[in-house]
């Protein structure tokens, strides 16, 4: 690894860090960033888990600084998701790393768009039954464990819509994150797809950015900050896909 590689992936890192940290898709720019690095595919999936669990608990940390916690509303949603992120951390790494990549090089266009629309509490939303909250919390649970982004766009979009205010539901999704991904490095670890070197320097760029979101999030404001990112992230689309060098 060269030097402006490490300076790209720590920048890259707590710009991510920032982004999660107030509504997620961190990982649609932080896994193209380790490609870029020369990290294969389902490596950079690997080895972007180590710096999300970390930040997660960064993140964290740094809401509770400020007095927001609430675990009792994440209790319900944990079982599911944690079988499914086993499932979907097992499969995922079986394709190739240039399957991963053309995968999450074309998810990477709907997240970006989903991630233009702003979370807003929603005081009536669905009542779903126990049996479809299980059903579809372990499907992100699967999808959250194979492929991480945009996850917690997903998870902040549906938490608003169950009367949560948007703070509530933005440290609830952070704890989920953080429990899959607990679920899911292992299973990368174990199989030997982990870059620690790219790992520690992401981590350290990750875990600065969370704590700086976290409290860019209570304060309010990130339409700035989001806009970059969606701009970088095109750019690094075209790498993923092949598209240049």
Same mark, same amino acid.
């Given at each position: 690894?060269?030097?402006?590689?490490?300076?790209?992936?720590?920048?890259?890192?707590?710009?991510?860090?920032?982004?999660?940290?107030?509504?997620?898709?961190?990982?649609?720019?932080?896994?193209?960033?380790?490609?870029?690095?020369?990290?294969?595919?389902?490596?950079?999936?690997? /080895?972007? !888990?180590? *710096?999300?669990?970390? #930040?997660?608990?960064? $993140?964290?940390?740094? =809401?509770?600084?400020? +007095? @927001?916690?609430?675990?009792?509303?994440?209790?319900?949603?944990?079982?599911?998701?944690?079988?499914?992120?086993?499932?979907?951390?097992?499969?995922?790494?079986?394709?190739?790393?240039?399957?991963?990549?053309?995968?999450?090089?074309?998810?990477?266009?709907?997240?970006?768009?989903?991630?233009?629309?702003?979370?807003? /509490?929603? !005081?009536? *939303?669905?009542?779903? #039954?126990?049996?479809? $909250?299980?059903?579809? =919390?372990?499907?992100? +649970? @699967?999808?959250?464990?194979?492929?991480?982004?945009?996850?917690?766009?997903?998870?902040?979009?549906?938490?608003?819509?169950?009367?949560?205010?948007?703070?509530?539901?933005?440290?609830?999704?952070?704890?989920?994150?953080?429990?899959?991904?607990?679920?899911?490095?292992?299973?990368?670890?174990?199989?030997?797809?982990?870059?620690?070197?790219?790992?520690?320097?992401?981590?350290?760029?990750?875990?600065?950015?969370?704590?700086?979101?976290?409290? @860019?999030?209570?304060?309010?404001?990130?339409?700035?900050?989001?806009?970059?990112?969606?701009?970088?992230?095109?750019?690094?689309?075209?790498?993923?896909?092949?598209?240049?060098?």
């Amino acid at each position: 690894m060269v030097w402006w590689e490490a300076v790209l992936l720590f920048v890259g890192g707590g710009f991510a860090g920032v982004v999660n940290a107030m509504a997620g898709g961190g990982s649609s720019l932080t896994v193209p960033l380790l490609v870029l690095a020369g990290v294969p595919g389902n490596f950079a999936n690997g /080895t972007n !888990r180590v *710096g999300i669990f970390v #930040s997660n608990g960064t $993140t964290i940390w740094s =809401f509770h600084r400020q +007095g @927001i916690s609430t675990y009792r509303e994440a209790l319900p949603f944990l079982p599911p998701v944690v079988i499914g992120s086993l499932i979907g951390s097992i499969a995922i790494s079986q394709v190739t790393d240039r399957t991963f990549e053309t995968i999450f090089g074309i998810l990477i266009l709907p997240i970006i768009f989903l991630s233009l629309k702003e979370p807003k /509490t929603v !005081r009536k *939303g669905p009542n779903f #039954s126990k049996t479809a $909250t299980f059903i579809l =919390f372990l499907c992100i +649970g @699967i999808y959250a464990g194979a492929i991480q982004m945009g996850v917690g766009l997903v998870l902040l979009a549906i938490l608003t819509r169950s009367g949560l205010t948007l703070m509530k539901a933005n440290f609830v999704k952070v704890l989920m994150t953080l429990t899959v991904t607990m679920t899911a490095l292992p299973v990368f670890i174990i199989q030997g797809k982990v870059r620690w070197l790219p790992a520690v320097i992401l981590t350290c760029g990750l875990s600065i950015g969370g704590w700086i979101g976290a409290r @860019i999030a209570v304060k309010g404001g990130e339409r700035t900050i989001r806009f970059f990112m969606i701009i970088a992230v095109i750019g690094l689309t075209g790498k993923l896909l092949g598209l240049y060098g």
